[in-house]
């Protein structure tokens, strides 16, 4: 992608982003994670980071003002953008009619709470591209990738630390819960840190952008929910062995041991050694 591949989509200016915030009567809330990105440098970053096709579609999930929307529309077929504030989902459209006229029939928003959406309308979403609300970047991203079969890839920026914890791999520092879930679903790797300067408001973190792949589920006989409930147990006491962090999980102490020796994990080890696999193994020989 060059520059000029989105002459015909203008991207928002630190000035357009708080001039739009001002009309809208916006006062960005954390709670709603409202950072809004108010480099142009930056979207077009995430834009070539996602490797999007012509013929992607897009969910993107708190578009916001539109500054990564805009930025999208000239790469994909359509963009689905769900955004949980009305004033600004009502907004898009016009935006995008006024920015970049000749891809507003490529846009759908969706005025939802994108950790509560049961479906999308079609057509169904190719790839999730999103700078994400910081307190839910992981409920979001697992949501969709369980609720969305159709999402084969994905570009999500992050706080730097929910980026590491997501790539983490077994026997690393970050590694835990999330990490070990994600990859249920998709292949991870990171792709690239952000500054905190090219929001507003400035956050107080940095940030990191992170790449998805799907990938096949381990096979297994146990249920994405057994094998999610044995990562939560494994984690919930991470510094615990697994016999006893599992515990309750088996009934007692003696019936963990009982499961992860039929699994072929060694009862002294920890959560945060195991990978996906090793999860769905346990869950296997629940007693
Ligand atoms: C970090 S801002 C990103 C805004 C825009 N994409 C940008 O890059 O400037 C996060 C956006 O997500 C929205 N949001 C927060 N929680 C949400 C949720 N649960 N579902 C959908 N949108 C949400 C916020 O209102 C906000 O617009």
Redesign the pocket.
């Known amino acids: 992608m060059t520059e000029s591949d989105s002459a015909d989509a203008r991207l928002?200016t630190p000035a357009d982003?708080r001039r739009l915030a001002a009309q809208l009567g916006i006062r960005?809330?954390k709670?709603?994670?409202?950072?809004?990105?108010?480099d142009p440098g930056?979207?077009r970053r995430?834009v070539r980071a996602a490797q999007v096709s012509p013929d992607d579609v897009v969910v993107?999930?708190?578009?916001?003002?539109?500054?990564?929307?805009l930025a999208l529309l000239p790469h994909v077929r359509h963009v689905t953008a769900?955004?949980?504030?009305p004033r600004?989902a009502e907004a898009l459209p016009g935006t995008v009619a006024d920015h970049a006229p000749a891809y507003a029939h490529r846009l759908r928003v969706v005025t939802?709470?994108?950790?509560?959406?049961t479906e999308l309308p079609d057509p169904q979403p190719t790839a999730l591209v999103?700078?994400?609300?910081?307190?839910?970047a992981v409920p979001?991203v697992l949501h969709l990738l369980n609720l969305l079969p159709s999402l084969e890839h994905g570009l999500v920026?992050v706080q730097a630390e929910v980026a590491e914890r997501l790539a983490a791999r077994p026997g690393d520092r970050a590694y835990g819960a999330p990490s070990a879930k994600i990859a249920w679903y998709a292949d991870v790797r990171r792709a690239g840190a952000i500054g905190r300067t090219v929001?507003w408001p400035v956050?107080n973190v940095d940030s990191g952008l992170v790449a998805l792949r799907r990938r096949p589920a381990p096979p297994t006989k146990a249920s994405r929910e057994d094998v999610f409930a044995v990562v939560d147990a494994a984690f919930a006491q991470r510094r615990k062995t697994l016999r006893a962090a599992l515990s309750s999980w088996a009934g007692s102490a003696a019936a963990a041991e009982a499961a992860l020796r039929s699994a072929g994990v060694d009862p002294r080890s920890r959560g945060e050694t195991l990978g996906i696999a090793d999860f769905a193994r346990i869950a296997e020989h629940r007693p």
Do not use: C, H, K, W
Not at 31 to 38: E, R, S
Not at 82 to 85: F, R, S
């Open positions: 928002l982003v960005p809330t709670t709603l994670g409202q950072n809004f990105v108010i930056t979207v995430i993107e999930v708190g578009p916001g003002l539109g500054s990564l929307t769900v955004e949980i504030d600004l939802a709470d994108a950790l509560r959406i999103a700078n994400l609300p910081y307190n839910v979001v920026m929001f956050p």
